[in-house]
């Protein structure tokens, strides 16, 4: 099974696709960045970001999509733009017809660490250990995208129908 893992920003949306196997182990496909200029219009941004999920979905046919739901408890201005960015990534996901899924910040900290307030330091190491990797996932939004993949996969668990390999 392969799980699309997306951490919704505008500037930079975070992905992380991996590949999970009915034993529980999961390994990373692969991860990274959509990056938007501060320079370009806001539409712009916003179909670049469409367009990026897309293509991500297309290259790496994932059979369910994660998000990162958003919390913000400050700044309203900058929550309407990664709102924005976040349902153009959402539509991009739906239309893609696979089954799309959403977890809290502190769902994701805890299934990653075990720990609903994990500082991203933490949840960088566990990300690397738990998909082998040589090093922390960089930047901070694919290492956030693959912790919402991991936590996908954690949540559905090996046993489930949704892990037969077809």
Known sequence: MIILGIDP???????????????????????????????????ERLERLYLGVRQLIEL????????????????????LLVGAARGVAVLAAQQSDRPLYEYTPMQIKSAVTGNGHADKSQVQEMIRILLRLKAKPRPDDAADALAVALCHANTLGPATEEFQIK
Request: proline share 5%.
């Open 9 to 43: 920003g505008y500037a930079l949306l975070g992905y992380g696709a991996i590949e999970c196997t009915r034993t529980g182990e999961a390994k990373a496909l692969d991860y990274g960045v959509i990056e938007t200029s501060a320079g370009v219009p806001f539409p």
């Open 60 to 79: 790496y046919k994932p059979n369910q999509i994660a998000f990162e739901e958003l919390f913000f408890a400050r700044n309203t201005a900058t929550a």
